[in-house]
Nanobody, 115 residues
Framework: DVQLVESGGGLVQPGGSLRLSCAAS????????MSWVRQAPGKRLERVAA????????HYADSVKGRFTISRDNGKSTLYLQLNSLKSEDTASYFC?????????RGQGTQVTVS
């Protein structure tokens, strides 16, 4: 079975940084495009970043461009999201998704609170 386990969230002050990780198993990670999506209370799901299987093609939402960096380690089957210059509006639950568009299987999420 596909398993995605996110970690690295927490409480951080505005301007701070966090690094999220997503450990993947149950599928060939190196063959899969991956993405990070987030959902804040009362708001719709938002894809914040995506990366193709080889890590060459990247996509960022305008809201995070220049502040977040998506990366992957195919040898470790792990996806990362570096969050810098955090803002209060970045507060949300963050999920990794086995898809480019963010609509694939997701993990349980990790909470990021900027306050």
């Amino acid at each position: 079975d596909v398993q995605l386990v996110e970690s690295g969230g927490g409480l951080v002050q505005p301007g701070g940084s966090l690094r999220l990780s997503c450990a993947a198993s149950g599928f060939i990670f190196s063959d899969s495009a991956m993405s990070w999506v987030r959902q804040a209370p009362g708001k719709r799901l938002e894809r914040v970043a995506a990366i193709n299987s080889g890590g060459i093609y990247l996509h960022y939402a305008d809201s995070v461009k220049g502040r977040f960096t998506i990366s992957r380690d195919n040898g470790k089957s792990t996806l990362y999201l570096q969050l810098n210059s955090l803002k209060s509006e970045d507060t949300a639950s963050y999920f990794c998704s086995r898809s480019w568009l963010g609509n694939g299987v997701r993990g349980q999420g990790t909470q990021v609170t900027v306050s």
